[in-house]
């Protein structure tokens, strides 16, 4: 079956970096878009970043301001997010989460998510 | 503020039926890219719910049913349940190359 297994959240501080991963099994890698999604605490979902099947189409939510890179690892199924200059705004949930139409949505499978709390 | 607006609340009584309204532009809904409709229950992961505006994936109950027209979209939920005291988003993809969701609605069952 279809997983989706995020790591690599924690807790860090203001100005940090910290990479994310989403490991996935039960399909084929490569055929398929992905994307990032966050949610903080309490609010509601926000999409962060998406990329293509075969990586080389990335975008990116304009609020990061390019703190953000996603990146994908075929040989490993593996999706990566590289988080730079951290700050108390990204504190969040991150999903890692396919889309299967490759049209920027529906996401049909979502991992259990990773958090991430920014805080001095 | 989310490009997609959203009810905050709405609520009813087991048995009845609640829509979930999902209002957009045009240069997301209004261009003709699909609604589709999440379903998050307390601690857990969103659920797909409806997609491509009125799909329901395998197992979902067809209570609940989606519509679209022009640069809005509905969630419809018919025979309310305990169960489904969630919060539901829908999503759709903005012309500026971006995805975008709604706010969320929490659903409360009376």
């Known amino acids: 079956q279809v997983q989706l297994v995020e790591s690599g959240g924690g807790v860090v501080q203001p100005g940090d970096s910290l990479r994310l991963s989403c490991a996935a099994s039960?399909?084929?890698?490569?055929?398929?878009?992905l994307h990032w999604v966050r949610q903080a605490p309490g609010k509601g979902l926000e999409w962060v970043a998406f990329?293509?099947?075969?990586?080389?189409?990335?975008y990116y939510a304009d609020s990061l301001k390019g703190r953000f890179t996603i990146s994908r690892d075929a040989s490993k199924n593996t999706l990566y997010l590289q988080m730079n200059t951290l700050s108390s705004d990204d504190t969040a949930v991150y999903y890692c989460?396919?889309?299967?139409?490759?049209?920027?949505?529906?996401?049909?499978?979502w991992g259990q998510g990773t958090l991430v709390t920014v805080s001095s | 503020q989310s490009v997609l607006t959203q009810p905050p609340s709405v609520s009813g009584a087991p048995g009845q039926g609640v829509t979930i309204s999902c209002t957009g532009s045009?240069?997301?809904?209004?261009?003709?890219?699909?609604v589709h409709w999440y379903q998050q229950l307390p601690g857990t992961a969103p659920k797909l719910l409806i997609y491509d505006n009125v799909i329901r994936p395998s197992g979902v109950p067809d209570r609940f049913s989606g519509s679209k027209s022009g640069t809005s979209a509905s969630l419809a939920i018919t025979g309310l349940q305990a169960e489904d005291e969630a919060d539901y988003y829908c999503q759709s993809y903005d012309s500026n190359l971006s995805v975008v969701f709604g706010g969320g609605t929490k659903l409360t069952v009376l």
């Open positions: 039960g399909f084929t890698f490569s055929n398929f878009d």
């Open positions: 990329i293509r099947n075969d990586g080389s189409v990335k």
């Open positions: 989460v396919r889309d299967p139409e490759g049209a920027m949505g529906p996401f049909d499978y």
């Open positions: 045009g240069s997301n809904i209004g261009t003709g890219y699909g």
